[in-house]
C-alpha cells in the first residue's frame, strides 16, 4: 500500500480514479476478508464494529424515526457483500436497499441475505456506484455509509452529501463511519485509489453541505495498527 499525502485536499482527490477503484475490487475475493482489506472474521474487526455501531445508535434511539406507525427504511451504502446490513442494519430498520457497484459483491450479497429477502426485509438493490444514485424524496430513515465515501472526492462528495438531503426523511438520520487520518491532512490510497479523511475536512465537508453534526464516537476494540474510525451521525440543518 503506497500512500501520498497532501496539504491541499483538491491535490489528493485527483489522484482518486473510480475505474481503478472498481478494479481492485473486482479482484479482491467476495467475502468479509475481502472487503474489509484482510481484517476477517479471524480478527476482531467484523464483531467490534457491528458492537461499535448498535451501541452508537442505541444512544441515538430517541433522536431519529420514533413514529411507530411509519416503515424504518434504511440504506447501506457501498454495501460490499451486504455484511453491515446482514449483521446490524436489519435488526434497526424494518427494511433495507444496499447499493454496491461491484457485481461480485453483489451476487454473494444475495447470498448472504437470502434469508433476509425470505423474511421482506431487503427493499431494493443498486449495483450502482453512489455517485450515479438518483435519490428518491423522503424514503429513508436512516442512511448508513461505511467504509466507502472515501471513494468519492470532495466535490462529488458534497454532490452525494446534497443528495441524502432529499432522501432522508424529516426526522432521519445520516450516519458516517469512516477511517481518519492522524493529522489535518487526507491521504491517498493507490492501493483502491481512494483517500481517507482527516478528521477535520470530514467536519468542514458536513457543514458546507448543510449537515448538522449530533453526535460523533470512536470505534473501539480494533488492532492499534489501524487507522482511527469514527461515526459520525448528522441531521440536515
Ligand atoms: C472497504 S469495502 C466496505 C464494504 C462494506 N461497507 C462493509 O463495511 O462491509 C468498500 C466498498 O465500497 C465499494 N465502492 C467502491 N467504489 C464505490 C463507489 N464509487 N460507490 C459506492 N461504493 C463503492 C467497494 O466495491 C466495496 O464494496
Known amino acids: 500500500m503506497t500512500e501520498h499525502n497532501g496539504d491541499d485536499p483538491k491535490q489528493v482527490d485527483s489522484l482518486i480514479n473510480y475505474d481503478d477503484a472498481l478494479k481492485y475490487w473486482n479482484s479482491v475475493p467476495a467475502s468479509v476478508d475481502g472487503v474489509l482489506g484482510g481484517y476477517g472474521e479471524t480478527t476482531s474487526v467484523p464483531k467490534a464494529d457491528v458492537v461499535g455501531s448498535m451501541t452508537f445508535l442505541r444512544k441515538l434511539k430517541s433522536r431519529f424515526s420514533n413514529d411507530p406507525d411509519k416503515i424504518k427504511y434504511g440504506i447501506d451504502f457501498g454495501a460490499g457483500i451486504g455484511r453491515v446490513t446482514r449483521d446490524f442494519l436489519h435488526k ?13 459483491f453483489v451476487d454473494q450479497m444475495r447470498v448472504e441475505l437470502q434469508t433476509l429477502m425470505e423474511q421482506g426485509k431487503i427493499g431494493d438493490i443498486y449495483e450502482i456506484p453512489m455517485q450515479d444514485w438518483k435519490p428518491e424524496e423522503s424514503r429513508y430513515s436512516l442512511i448508513w455509509c461505511q467504509w466507502c465515501c472515501g471513494h468519492l472526492p470532495d466535490p462529488a462528495f458534497l454532490e452525494w452529501l446534497n443528495k441524502c438531503k432529499t432522501a432522508i426523511q424529516k426526522d432521519g438520520l445520516l450516519v458516517i463511519k469512516e477511517n481518519n487520518t492522524t493529522t489535518d491532512e487526507d491521504m491517498f490510497d493507490d492501493t483502491d485509489s481512494s483517500k481517507t479523511r482527516s478528521d477535520t475536512n470530514f467536519r468542514r465537508l458536513f457543514a458546507e453541505a448543510g449537515w448538522k453534526l449530533i453526535s460523533v464516537d470512536r470505534q473501539k476494540g480494533v488492532p492499534r495498527e489501524l487507522y482511527p474510525i469514527r461515526m459520525y451521525a448528522l441531521k440536515p440543518e
Open 92 to 104: 434497526v430498520c424494518d427494511k433495507v436497499d444496499l447499493l454496491e457497484p461491484v457485481k461480485p
